[in-house]
C-alpha cells in the first residue's frame, strides 16, 4: 500500500487547510486509519483515527472541535479538514493505515503503512 499526502501549506492562523491522503496498491474500505503529526526531535503525535467505515472517528484534545477527518472509501482517500488553525499545529503531518484492523488506535506502532508526510506551517 502506498500512501500519499497532500494538502499542506503555510497558513495565518485563524485559517484553514484540508489535507487529503490517497491510497493505492489496495483498497483500504476495510481499515483503520489515522493522523499524526511530528515536529523535529519530538514524538509522532496521534491527531485523529477513523474506523472502515467512517463513523467512528477520535480526536486529540488539542485539536477537537477545529479538526475533522473523514474517508471516502471510494476514492481510497483520507481527509484532515483543519480549521482554526494555530501556530501549535506546524508540524508534518502523516497519515497511516492499520492492516491488521478495521478499527484506529493512537498508538503509532500499530499501523503498518505510513505516508511521505506533508508540512503544514501556521504563522501568527
Known amino acids: 500500500v502506498q500512501l500519499v499526502e497532500s494538502g499542506g501549506k503555510s497558513v495565518q492562523a485563524g485559517g484553514s487547510l484540508r489535507l487529503s491522503c490517497a491510497a493505492s496498491?489496495?483498497?483500504?474500505?476495510?481499515?483503520?486509519m489515522a493522523w499524526f503529526r511530528q515536529d523535529p526531535g519530538k514524538e509522532r503525535d496521534f491527531v485523529a483515527g477513523?474506523?472502515?467505515?467512517?463513523?467512528?472517528?477520535s480526536y486529540a484534545d488539542s485539536v477537537k472541535g477545529r479538526f475533522t477527518s473523514s474517508r471516502d472509501n471510494g476514492k481510497n482517500t483520507l481527509y484532515l479538514q483543519m480549521n482554526s488553525l494555530k501556530t501549535e499545529d506546524t508540524a508534518v503531518y502523516y497519515c497511516?493505515?492499520?492492516?491488521?484492523?478495521?478499527?484506529?488506535?493512537?498508538?503509532?506502532?500499530?499501523?503498518?503503512?505510513w505516508g511521505q508526510g506533508t508540512q503544514v506551517t501556521v504563522s501568527s
Open positions: 496498491g489496495r483498497s483500504v474500505g476495510g481499515y483503520g
Open positions: 497511516a493505515l492499520r492492516a491488521s484492523s478495521g478499527l484506529y488506535t493512537d498508538r503509532w506502532w500499530s499501523y503498518d503503512y
Open positions: 477513523i474506523d472502515w467505515s467512517g463513523r467512528s472517528t
